[in-house]
């Protein structure tokens, strides 16, 4: 029985390629505008690109907000992606100050540049996974079978940084700054990069995400 | 070592293989230098012109992207060459066959003139689109877009040819009609008005193997916040280092040198590796 | 259908190719040197389904019809003949250095073992690019070139003439560049002279068997199309019957001109010419033409680089780059035929496969016609016309069977579609 994966459309991001990703990985993967198509998924995916405050009130304005939470704290698995994994937090400082959904500690603020770095903003392009222990190994289960360093897609200009260091399951460093690409809490996961664009490696994860509906 | 990256102490971050310490903490304060492979597109054909001239068929794209996305390429751009030139669309169906199967970034670009052009490039499958002949006729159309899909959506492409010593001329329709703009300027102003990346593409060398216009791309990269991306006259492995050591690109994109296999991606990247620029070798690549 | 009474003896019912974009006012070649005012031409002709020559002629280039592996073995035997044994050129192409011609004489050399001599008669106006590819002809494909320049005087008075009396500004540039070749020919003892692709291709209506030109009076009595023969009089001394630039001969002498003047346009006696068993090839007899091609060729063999932009006129940016004035020669034949360079462009390449109809038409309907201003004042000056007088001869040489005037807007009453 293949998992029914909904992905949420609330008007921000490329849902297409998403949807095509999740299907090669195996799921049933389908997308709604209907906050109440979201009872019967296994598991819920939030996409996004853009920015935090419109993703936000976009969200809210068409009744995801709270039937996100509830699901969640239902035990639902819930996977943001980009923007989407911000929106996990409890505010970004993304062109103002912006509330998010809380279901993490923390906040989201812009890449540090150090001034007179080569540093380009946005984050764009393939960048290494980095385990945040001193073990050198991935411990979340999002990341089996995926071997640190290997690199996955990002495109962003802001970074989510957890409160609860347990909460970062995978850092990447980027000149400088070396802000969280995985993050998770029980059933709640975020990861910075698009693993719909990130290869195997992508897939690879999406494929764990699924075992762990 | 070549000479690129911040000029601070880097942070040591993470564990490094012993014995590459210096690369691998080179490798890991920056990120990957991708390499795109760009297929030029005439209606179901995979074409490779040179100058931006001439039709000659290669390939059948969908068959190009298979093979490249297995061996490792980084993102593809697709152009529809003809698509201002005959005011038509036509990626549509090689978008959406190629987002079934292949999960890397695809740019695609060629005769977008509005937002409703652009949605659809999206649905159909792009990342990213690449916009040139309207963004010369209407510069507020780059603005637009940026503000709809978000600027890392939007890729200002350039056609640019030198006119003398230190100067390049931007041009649009695939080469063909002059603009009067000076390309470098031009570059600067489409970042300004909210593209989120650069393609520069040389008229004088693409298609020729001849190496790319590292001086092009040198008085762009530096100066512009958003990445650049080369594109144009790559022929042998080393230029498409240059491209990036001394042109300063955050990317580089080819065509003839895929299309008519003269290297393989692998090669390619591993030719990368070893001048010091660290690549993203991809654990499923089918090395050569 | 119309009343008007067509000049050129234009076809009254104006169609277009089925398969390409060519009108049926598109002229065949014609003797130039008996050419003066407002006389009628061949044009090229539309089968039962429509098709125009030059398609069917390059259909038979794909389709099998063709046996290119026995054309080639014809060549071989050819050039066995006259391949050079002592360093002496044993061959002869004439050609502006652009990709046609590029291709021919290297192909000659490098394929096929043969010495060829390059020969030139210069544009009117070079442009840099057409300059620099006919320098790297030499330098980079590697070949001998002698390059006539014509005495400018007499060359500006001559196509000065051939606007003003025939709208055909390049007439006297294509009479002296055809007799030009012959006369290298006979000059250096070289019997065997490689023209690029047949004229069949482009809408002479010769057929696909016709492997050269011949000259005219000779034994070909019932040949199948006129366009065999190279441009000749029957007396080379009849000054009264040999016209330039629509004006006699012997009119620009009494005017003050001397027989040296004009002696570059002449043509060869032909006995000359027979005596030394000349010939005049088609090398697109023997290998498969197809213009593109032809560029990548030129491109790796010789640098050959594109025009920066697109020619006036056009959507090509590799195709006649080398003149400035070369934008008027397409004008004028759009004002007095109806169709321009872009129809001449999408026409071959639609014949060659690389676009289809539909592209033509749409490159057509966005390109054809546009008027070449970039070089229009050095034209003028070149031909010592005022800006008025152009314009009033562009306008008397309309024809009503073609143009119209609507609101002081000229407009052309057929469109490709």
């Known amino acids: 029985m293949k998992k029914k994966i909904l992905i949420i459309d609330y008007g921000f991001g490329n849902l297409f390629g998403l949807q095509k990703a999740l299907t090669h990985a195996g799921a049933n993967a389908g997308i709604s505008e209907n906050p109440c198509d979201m009872q019967s998924a296994d598991a819920l995916v939030l996409p996004g690109v853009g920015a935090f405050g419109g993703g936000m009130a976009e969200m809210k304005k068409r009744g995801f907000k709270q039937p996100i939470l509830d699901q969640v704290a239902a035990g639902k698995p819930l996977l943001g992606i980009c923007l989407g994994m911000q929106f996990l937090f409890e505010k970004s400082y993304e062109f103002g100050e912006h509330e998010g959904l809380g279901i993490l500690e923390g906040e989201v603020k812009k890449i540090p540049v150090t001034a007179g770095s080569q540093c380009k903003i946005p984050h764009i392009g393939w960048n290494a996974l980095l385990a945040p222990g001193k073990g050198g190994v991935f411990a979340s289960k999002l990341l089996a079978g995926i071997k640190p360093h290997s690199q996955t897609y990002f495109v962003h200009s802001y970074a989510g940084y957890p409160s609860r260091t347990d909460d970062i399951q995978a850092n990447t460093c980027y000149y400088d700054s070396v802000f969280p690409a995985v993050v998770a ?11 719909e664009k990130s290869g195997e490696t992508g897939i690879t994860l999406l494929r764990n995400f699924l075992s762990l509906s | 070592m070549p000479a690129i990256g911040a000029s601070r102490l880097p942070v040591f971050c993470a ?21 795109i492979p760009r297929l030029d597109v005439k209606g179901p054909n995979v074409i490779k012109g040179v100058h931006l001239e001439c039709l000659r068929i290669v390939g059948d794209p969908e068959e190009l992207a298979t093979r490249y996305y297995h061996e490792g390429a980084d993102e593809l751009i697709y152009m529809d060459i003809v698509a201002s030139l005959y005011g038509r669309n036509n990626l549509l169906d090689i978008l959406e066959k190629a987002s079934e199967n292949i999960f890397i970034p695809l740019t695609a670009g060629g005769g977008i003139r509005s937002l409703e052009d652009i949605k659809r490039m999206l649905r159909a499958g792009a990342d990213k689109v690449a916009i040139n002949t309207h963004a010369v006729r209407n510069p507020g159309f780059i603005t637009q877009a940026a503000q709809a899909f978000g600027a890392q959506c939007i890729v200002g492409s350039i056609e640019a040819k030198r006119i003398s010593d230190n100067r390049w001329e931007a041009y649009t329709d695939n080469g063909r009609v002059e603009t009067g703009l000076d390309a470098v300027a031009w570059a600067k102003e489409l970042v300004q008005l909210g593209a989120g990346e650069l393609l520069v593409t040389s008229i004088d060398q693409e298609g020729t193997t001849k190496g790319y216009d590292t001086d092009l791309i040198k008085q762009i990269a530096p100066h512009v916040s958003a990445p650049v991306i080369a594109c144009g006259g790559a022929g042998k492995s080393a230029d498409l280092a240059a491209a990036v050591l001394v042109g300063r690109a955050d990317a580089v994109a080819a065509a003839h040198i895929f299309h008519y296999k003269k290297y393989t991606i692998p090669e390619v990247k591993q030719a990368l590796q070893e001048e010091g620029i660290p690549v993203r070798i991809p654990v499923s690549a089918k090395t050569a | 259908m119309s009343d008007r009474t067509p000049q050129y003896g234009l076809p009254r019912q104006v169609a277009f190719c089925t398969k390409c974009v060519i009108p049926n006012t598109r002229p065949t070649a014609s003797n130039e040197y008996t050419h003066h005012k407002a006389r009628g031409h061949d044009y090229i002709q539309f089968d039962k389904e429509g098709v ?51 291709y021919a004489s290297h192909i000659l050399k490098d394929k096929y073992g043969m010495h060829p001599l390059t020969v030139t008669w210069a544009p009117h106006l070079y442009t840099d690019i057409g300059w620099k590819n006919f320098q790297n002809w030499a330098h980079i494909a590697g070949h001998d070139n002698y390059l006539f320049t ?31 070749a012959i006369k290298m020919a006979a000059r250096f003892g070289i019997s065997l002279v490689f023209y690029g692709p047949s004229p069949g291709e482009n809408g002479s209506n010769m057929p696909i068997g016709q492997r050269e030109y011949v000259l005219k009076g000779a034994e070909q009595k019932n040949h199948e199309s006129k366009g065999y023969r190279l441009d000749y009089v029957d007396n080379t001394a009849d000054y009264n019957a040999i016209y330039l630039g629509g004006k006699k001969v012997a009119d620009y002498l009494q005017e003050g001109l001397s027989e040296g003047d004009l002696a570059p346009y002449l043509p060869l006696d032909p006995r000359l010419a027979r005596e030394q068993n000349l010939s005049f090839h088609f090398l697109g007899y023997y290998l498969r033409w197809v213009p593109q091609e032809c560029y990548y060729y030129a491109v790796d063999h010789a640098g050959f680089e594109a025009n920066p932009m697109r020619s006036e006129g056009t959507y090509t940016k590799y195709s006649s780059l080398d003149d400035r004035t070369d934008g008027f020669f397409y004008y004028t034949t759009y004002i007095k035929f109806g169709y321009g360079r872009a129809t001449q462009d999408a026409a071959q390449e639609i014949r060659h496969r690389h676009i289809n109809r539909e592209e033509g038409v749409a ?10 201003k970039k070089y229009f004042k050095e034209f003028l000056e070149y031909i010592d016309v005022t800006e008025d007088k152009f314009w009033e001869t562009i306008n008397a040489f309309r024809d009503p069977l073609l143009w119209k005037q609507e609101n002081k807007e000229w407009q052309l009453r057929y469109k490709v579609h």
């Open chain 1, 185 to 195: 809490r029980k059933n709640a996961f975020g990861v910075q990069f698009h693993p």
């Open chain 3, 363 to 372: 490159l057509v309907n966005r390109f054809d016609g546009e008027f070449p």
């Open chain 3, 150 to 180: 014509p005495n400018g005087e007499v060359h500006r008075l001559l196509t000065r003439n051939a606007f003003l009396n025939l709208l055909h500004p390049f007439q006297p540039f294509i009479l002296g560049q055809k007799t030009f």
């Open chain 2, 15 to 35: 564990s490094a293989r012993p014995g590459r310490i210096f690369l691998a903490v080179y490798y890991i304060f920056m990120n990957s230098i991708r390499v």
């Open chain 3, 52 to 102: 125009c020559s030059a398609c069917r002629f390059c259909d038979a280039k794909f389709d099998g019809t063709i046996d290119w592996k026995k054309r080639e073995q014809e060549l071989l035997e050819l050039l066995d003949k006259h391949r050079s044994k002592d360093g002496s050129y044993d061959c002869l192409v004439p050609g502006s250095g652009g990709k046609d011609s590029i």
